[in-house]
């Protein structure tokens, strides 16, 4: 079976939308990767078909119901036990690159959707059949109309790990954020191509020298100086990890 994503929401048309798209999109054509949706609204239980209620103690807005939602998720948990379920909402742990590698090694993951004000609290306190809690995660302090596209963001990182969607196997592993033991937490070194010179500018010298040892340098050289200029609260991790380990390195390499 491969990788299934199963995506809880209220919109289910908007998906895959750009998941169907590129590499994401050409995986899941291949079957490297398989998307469900499941329509909340087909799990409330009145004849105008409710998901949404009013807010106990006022304010603005709706609630989506915990019943409604539940069952849903339950639904959902009875066709895929195994996975985690996430609900993307701007309070809770911000996705990182470890989190998205760590759910491309697992078999799949359940997303549940939140729209209008947010979701009952209810169901975040709640242990289902299976043991299973629903995790918080965020992909950054904003604030976006719903969980969908929050859920988009979460699968294409996760998606483009799963094995044979990326091309090269190197062009993870250098990049910003990659999970790679040398590279772990540096921004990424830019990129030149054709044209050697545009509009004045020419790509810099060691990188046409054909040096491969140089250019290796000079790479690292520029990810850690716009590491170090760009964030440097990701600098200072980086430099703590690379003191706390003997050979200047950042860390042992993972296999
Ligand atoms: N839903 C609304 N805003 C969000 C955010 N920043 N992250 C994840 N889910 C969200």
């Known amino acids: 079976m491969p990788f299934t994503a199963t995506v809880l929401t209220i919109l289910p048309d908007m998906f895959p939308g ?22 909340i609204r087909e799990f409330a239980s009145d004849k105008h078909r409710s998901v949404d209620d009013t807010p106990a103690g006022g304010g603005p807005g709706m609630v989506m119901r915990a019943d ?19 609900a993307p909402t701007p309070r809770g742990k911000p996705l990182t690159q470890q989190r998205a590698k760590a759910l491309s090694e697992g078999s799949g993951v359940i997303l549940l959707c939140g729209r209008f004000e947010g979701i ?38 996760v998606v483009r790990l799963l094995p044979g969607v990326m091309g090269a196997a190197e062009s993870e592993s250098e990049e910003s954020f990659s999970v790679d033991a040398s590279w772990d937490g540096l921004l990424e070194y830019p990129h030149y191509t054709r044209p050697r010179e545009w509009e004045g ?10 040096n491969h040892a140089r250019i290796s340098a000079w790479r690292r050289a520029q990810a850690e100086e716009r590491t170090r200029l760009w964030r440097p609260d990701l600098w200072e991790a980086y430099e703590a990890r690379r003191e706390a380990s003997p050979k200047g390195k950042p860390r042992k390499g993972r296999s």
């Open 120 to 157: 009952d609290e209810r169901v975040f306190d709640h242990t289902f059949s299976n043991g299973t809690q629903i995790e918080q995660v965020s992909i950054g302090d904003y604030v976006l109309s719903g969980g969908e596209m929050a859920a988009m963001v979460i699968l294409d990182s």
């Open 68 to 86: 409604v939602v539940g069952r849903c998720v339950e639904d959902a948990i009875a066709r895929q036990p195994d996975v985690p379920v996430i």
């Open 18 to 39: 750009p998941l169907g798209h590129s590499l994401a999109g050409t995986a899941l054509n291949n079957g490297v990767w398989g998307l469900k949706t499941l329509d």
């Open 201 to 210: 500018r020419t790509i810099p010298e060691v990188l046409l020298s054909g």
